[in-house]
Nanobody, 130 residues
Framework: EVQLVESGGGPVQAGGSLRLSCVAS????????IGWLRQAPGKEREAVSC????????YYAESMKGRFTISSDNAKNTVYLQMDSLMPEDTAVYYC???????????????????????WGQGTQVTVSL
């Protein structure tokens, strides 16, 4: 059984930082890669970042570049999302999800396709206030 469990969300002031964690179990190593996605109130779910378990290449949505950093600790089966310089518009429920590494390899934008993620965590709330 595949399980993805996020943690690390919470309230933070604008300009602050948070580190989200995603512990994955039941996934075949390098068959699946982990991405972070988010959904703000009244908005569609969007991809934030992805880390290819096969190549180690990291991907970021344009508005997150330079502020967010995705990384992993394979020994702990954990993928992190370090979020710095947070802004109120970053307020959302953040999900980690698994996407086939072969899909990620299609091209630089393949990881942005929400429908390509097969497994999802329950989400963790991030609230950024002024």
């Amino acid at each position: 059984e595949v399980q993805l469990v996020e943690s690390g969300g919470g309230p933070v002031q604008a300009g602050g930082s948070l580190r989200l964690s995603c512990v994955a179990s039941g996934l075949a190593f390098d068959t699946y890669s982990i991405g972070w996605l988010r959904q703000a109130p009244g908005k569609e779910r969007e991809a934030v970042s992805c880390l290819s378990s096969r190549t180690g290449i990291t991907y970021y949505a344009e508005s997150m570049k330079g502020r967010f950093t995705i990384s992993s600790d394979n020994a702990k089966n954990t993928v992190y999302l370090q979020m710095d310089s947070l802004m109120p518009e970053d307020t959302a429920v953040y999900y980690c999800a698994a996407i086939r590494s072969s899909t990620v390899a299609w091209g630089e934008k393949a990881w942005l396709e929400i429908g390509e993620y097969d497994y999802w965590g329950q989400g963790t709330q991030v609230t950024v206030s002024l």
